[in-house]
T-cell receptor
Framework: GAVVSQHPSRVICKSGTSVKIECRSL??????MFWYRQFPKQSLMLMAT?????????EQGVEKDKFLINHASLTLSTLTVTSAHPEDSSFYIC???????????FGPGTRLTVT | AQTVTQSQPEMSVQEAETVTLSCTYD???????LFWYKQPPSRQMILVIR??????QNATENRFSVNFQKAAKSFSLKISDSQLGDAAMYFC??????????????FGTGTRLTIIP
């Protein structure tokens, strides 16, 4: 149990375009989903926390207008990188949890390359 | 603010031997969770083991065990009978205890473990 999927696993886009990444909890209802960014050989950096049906809470320094997060259902959250630039190239990981559950379960990640 | 420190950027161990990865943390909370996550080359984060701070007994999962020293704020991971598949980046993580499910994790910087055949 506790499986989280992400789609796509890899995406290449041109500078200036937008790209959407989906995060789904497959076998449980995730009231909270988290979005992380990971640079090569570094730890995970939390970008934002999203609760189903409400606005996401962004970490300091993360541009909310650039990284749009929507958590419209208990099984789906999306991260849209708007007007992507090469410096947005990174590995993006989502995780999900639910009340009473101490553990976050992670998706397999999405590698974004902006050319 | 809570912080998690992993002082060993890299470790290596001979296959079938035992290795211990270190983690210390700083918090003013009395109730919290500690985790070890593994990130293999596939980059999928995998939960290795979890410890509730209110439990004195050290958590164990097969070949993985922890040495939780609450007063010293230390949470080390011991891997026994190391296997090639254990090669990965290991992250120590902390979160406060709540039932809301929306508490964020604080990660350490990671320790890269290499298994020598």
């Amino acid at each position: 149990g506790a499986v989280v999927s992400q789609h796509p696993s890899r995406v290449i886009c041109k500078s200036g375009t937008s790209v959407k990444i989906e995060c789904r909890s497959l076998d449980f209802q995730a009231t909270t989903m988290f979005w992380y960014r990971q640079f090569p050989k570094q730890s995970l950096m939390l970008m934002a926390t999203s609760n189903e049906g409400s606005k996401a809470t962004y970490e300091q320094g993360v541009e909310k207008d650039k990284f749009l997060i929507n958590h419209a259902s208990l099984t789906l959250s999306t991260l849209t990188v708007t007007s992507a630039h090469p410096e947005d190239s990174s590995f993006y990981i989502c995780s999900a949890s639910t009340p009473g559950q101490s553990t976050q379960y992670f998706g397999p990640g999405t590698r974004l390359t902006v050319t | 603010a809570q912080t998690v420190t992993q002082s060993q950027p890299e470790m290596s161990v001979q296959e079938a031997e035992t290795v211990t990865l270190s983690c210390t943390y700083d918090t003013s909370e009395s109730d919290y969770y500690l985790f070890w996550y593994k990130q293999p080359p596939s980059r999928q984060m995998i939960l290795v083991i979890r410890q509730e701070a209110y439990k004195q007994q050290n958590a164990t999962e097969n070949r993985f065990s922890v040495n939780f020293q609450k007063a010293a704020k230390s949470f080390s991971l011991k891997i026994s009978d190391s296997q090639l598949g254990d090669a990965a980046m290991y992250f120590c993580a902390y979160r406060i205890l709540s039932n809301f499910g929306n508490e964020k994790l604080t990660f350490g910087t990671g320790t890269r473990l290499t298994i020598i055949p």
